[in-house]
């Protein structure tokens, strides 16, 4: 029998459970999605599932279940099952889905800890390293600064120059698959029963950081040439994997362009550390654009708060406003359009 607390499974989501109309029904975590299949591993293993009609009806993509979803299912044969319900999501890692203004994308859920991969070549970036670490905090996920490939040689002093505004909201780990006790570090911040999502560029390492942080080769990595330090995708889709049964990794596939879908963009001052200038502003709703007395203008201009960072904090507030607004005009619209169904449904049954 697979003992599901080594999954994340506690009391917590067991009374969650006995709170539900399916008590009596099994329950697992999806570990793999496919286009309409999802892998599910249950206390008899690892079980095929589909979902029902109704879990599907009316729901946008983001709201079915994902890698890390807890689900209720029926199980009609060996390894397969249905799935009918699912318990309620927690911290879920979200990003916004390429291509539109406002939809998200669910990453993983019920995740503890993501790792913010980066490699220490001309991949290193801290905007976007900047850009992660405000979607994860969203969410009360802990972001934790993973720097691999230290073997390649880099300048230490340097990049912790680049980060040390960050570098209070999330620890930062230098490592390499090639030097095993950076590995034994990393593995140590991983406690029993929690989930870890590693997300990042494509061909930083994230695959292997999983693989060898399981001692197993699980997962498919690339085996481009390090001189151009260049990746392909190799991954192609997100798959959870149990470490040494005592932590949940979830490796996903390089991500070209991570867009914000944060609700809250007025938090972005505190996770970027600016919010202690904001509190000396001589307005209370001061923008930070051109008022006076603005304390973080001040501080920019005499040096105290980095240009650099505090350009990136317009930049993806911009872009958090953009989605909120946008995704806020979308759910009027859909409340509008649900309205409109029902009335011709009334209308069809009166007649
Ligand atoms: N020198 C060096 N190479 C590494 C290290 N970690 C990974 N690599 C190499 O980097 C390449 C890409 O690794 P992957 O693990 O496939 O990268 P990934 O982030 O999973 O890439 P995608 O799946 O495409 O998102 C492979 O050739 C690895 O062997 C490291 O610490 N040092
Ligand atoms: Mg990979
Ligand atoms: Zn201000």
Same mark, same amino acid.
Not at 24 to 33: C, D, E, K, M, S
Not at 66 to 82: H, P, R
Not at 175 to 182: A, E, G, K, L
Not at 184 to 191: D, G, K, P, W
């Given at each position: &029998? ?22 009596? !029904? ?13 892998? /599910? ?13 109704? &879990? ?30 699912? !318990? ?12 539109? %203004?406002?939809?998200?994308?669910? %990453? ?15 991949? $290193? ?6 850009? @992660? &670490? ?12 993973? *720097?691999?490939?230290?073997? *390649? #040689? ?11 505004? %960050? ?6 780990? @230098? ?14 911040? =991983? ?6 999502? @590693?997300?990042? +560029?494509?061909?930083?390492?994230? +695959? ?8 197993? +080769? ?8 390090? +001189?151009?330090?260049? #990746? ?7 798959? &959870? ?8 990794? =979830? ?10 879908? %944060?609700?809250?963009?007025?938090? *972005?001052?505190?996770? *970027? ?19 006076? #007395? ?14 650099? /960072? ?12 953009? $989605? ?28």
């Amino acid at each position: &029998m697979i003992h599901l607390y080594t999954y994340g499974w506690n009391n917590k989501l067991n009374q969650l459970k006995q709170d539900s109309a399916h008590k009596a !029904l099994f329950h697992g975590r999806v570990t793999i999605v496919h286009r309409t299949c999802y892998e /599910v591993i249950s206390e008899n293993g690892m079980l095929q599932c589909e979902l029902t009609g109704n &879990m599907m009806f009316g729901k946008s993509d983001f709201e079915l279940p994902c890698v890390g979803d807890w689900v209720i299912f029926q199980l009609f044969d060996e390894n397969k099952g249905v799935i009918v319900d699912m !318990l309620p999501r927690e911290r879920i890692l979200y990003r916004k889905k390429s291509g539109t %203004i406002a939809d998200k994308q669910a %990453i993983a859920s019920y995740v503890d800890k993501a790792f913010i991969v980066q490699s220490l070549d001309d991949n $290193f970036n801290v905007r976007r390293a900047e850009r @992660f &670490m405000v979607q994860i905090l969203e969410e009360k996920i802990k972001p934790i600064l993973v *720097l691999n490939k230290a073997d *390649l #040689g880099f300048e230490k002093q340097k990049i912790e120059e680049h980060i040390k505004h %960050i570098a209070h909201q999330m620890p930062v780990f @230098f490592t390499s698959i090639h030097q095993p006790q950076t590995i034994h570090q990393l593995r140590e911040s =991983i406690s029993e029963g929690e989930t870890v999502v @590693f997300v990042g +560029s494509s061909g930083v390492g994230k +695959s292997s950081l999983v693989n060898t942080l399981c001692e197993n +080769s699980v997962l498919l990595t690339s085996d481009i040439s390090l +001189s151009t330090g260049k #990746g392909r995708h190799t991954s192609t889709r997100r798959e &959870m994997v149990l470490m040494d049964d005592s932590g949940v990794l =979830i490796d996903t596939p390089g991500i070209r362009e991570f867009g914000l879908a %944060i609700d809250d963009p007025d938090s *972005l001052t505190e996770m *970027l550390e600016i919010s202690d200038y904001e509190e000396s502003c001589r307005f209370k709703d001061c923008e930070h654009i051109n008022e006076p #007395g603005c304390a973080v203008l001040e501080a920019v201009n005499s040096g105290i708060l980095d240009h650099k /960072v505090y350009e990136s904090y317009l930049k993806l507030r911009r872009e958090a406003w953009h $989605f909120c607004t946008s995704e806020h005009e979308k759910r009027k619209r859909d409340k509008s359009f649900s309205k409109l169904i029902e009335g011709v449904k009334k209308y069809k049954t009166n007649f």
